[in-house]
């Protein structure tokens, strides 16, 4: 069987399991350049649900992947000094050693979101941005108000109210001492590795606040979060950042396969 491979396009003899709509021929596939982060537990998260995402639509391949898992170290640094600009420079820099293999890229972490639009005017590939994918979700419910968890630097910047406005939406936002705690925990200890307990109950709290101000649904706008709070700990409905990237980057690269919504 012949594999035909080019930089950024690979077509692949392709023919679908018995039952599925996909057909018989060529699957046309394209490559994802992937910032990662911020810490690798939300990338390592984020490959695993796509990997089982395409087990479940029973694809023959993998998309292909180019990860650049930043210094995470740095990024939280700039972070905490809210530097945008020293933000976009780090990620025109590390964004530059994957570009020119990429058919697209997509960065798995919400709060470098802030710099998106400056992202998107110097690069000459689409970058598919986790808010607006998520936002997209939402949109398909009848949901008219939504709870948003996300650190300090996603709240701040208004990425999601901004683009949850355009659906019509209303936005809850947790209490100033609620918010700090979560950024507190993420940048202090889960990145290191430890409070996944102190991070559960802190998500389980933020969840039932969300609930007595009307909300409908809650979104986990940081890709960290589902590690430790999920659909089995609720009744309302949340809305994984990563795990709605991650079936985006499976649709993206495989434009061919008519996937589920």
């Given at each position: 069987?012949t594999?035909?491979?080019?930089p950024l396009i690979?077509l692949?003899p392709y023919?679908a399991?018995?039952?599925q709509?996909?057909?018989?021929?060529?699957?046309k596939?394209k490559?994802a350049?992937?910032i990662?982060?911020l810490?690798?537990?939300?990338?390592s998260?984020?490959?695993?649900?796509?990997t089982d995402y395409c087990?479940?639509?029973?694809?023959?391949r993998?998309p292909?992947?180019?990860i650049?898992?930043v210094?995470?170290?740095?990024?939280t640094e700039i972070l905490?000094?809210k530097?945008l600009?020293?933000?976009l420079s780090?990620?025109?820099k590390e964004?530059?050693l994957i570009q020119?293999q990429?058919?697209?890229?997509?960065m798995?972490?919400?709060s470098?979101?802030?710099v998106?639009?400056p992202i998107r005017?110097?690069?000459?590939?689409?970058?598919?941005a986790?808010h607006?994918?998520v936002?997209?979700?939402?949109a398909?419910?009848?949901i008219?108000k939504i709870?948003?968890l996300?650190?300090?630097t996603?709240?701040?910047?208004?990425?999601?109210?901004?683009?949850?406005?355009?659906y019509n939406?209303?936005?809850?936002l947790?209490?100033?001492?609620q918010?700090?705690a979560?950024?507190?925990?993420?940048?202090e200890e889960i990145?290191?590795?430890r409070?996944e307990?102190?991070?559960k109950?802190l998500?389980i709290?933020a969840i039932?606040?969300?609930?007595r101000?009307?909300c409908?649904?809650?979104?986990?706008?940081c890709?960290?979060l589902?590690?430790?709070?999920?659909q089995?700990d609720?009744?309302?409905?949340?809305?994984?950042?990563?795990?709605?990237?991650?079936k985006?980057?499976?649709n993206?690269?495989?434009?061919?396969?008519?996937?589920p919504?």
């Open positions: 069987m594999y035909i491979n080019s690979n692949i023919e399991p018995t039952g709509p996909h057909g018989r021929g060529f699957l596939t490559t350049g992937v990662g982060g810490g690798p537990q939300s990338t998260l984020f490959y695993q649900t796509m087990l479940a639509q029973e694809l023959p993998f292909r992947l180019l650049n898992s210094n995470m170290w740095e990024v905490k000094q530097d600009g020293r933000l780090f990620l025109q964004i530059g020119d990429s058919d697209f890229l997509v798995v972490c919400n470098i979101h802030a998106i639009e005017e110097f690069l000459d590939i689409p970058v598919l986790i607006e994918e936002c997209k979700e939402v398909k419910t009848d008219k709870g948003v996300g650190t300090k996603t709240v701040a910047n208004r990425f999601y109210q901004e683009e949850l406005s355009k939406i209303d936005v809850a947790l209490p100033p001492a918010e700090a979560f950024d507190t925990v993420i940048f990145l290191y590795g409070g307990g102190k991070m109950k998500m709290k039932e606040y969300l609930r101000q009307a409908e649904g809650v979104i986990l706008a890709t960290e589902p590690l430790f709070a999920s089995a609720t009744d309302i409905p949340l809305f994984s950042s990563t795990d709605i990237l991650a985006t980057v499976v993206s690269c495989f434009p061919s396969v008519p996937l919504d």
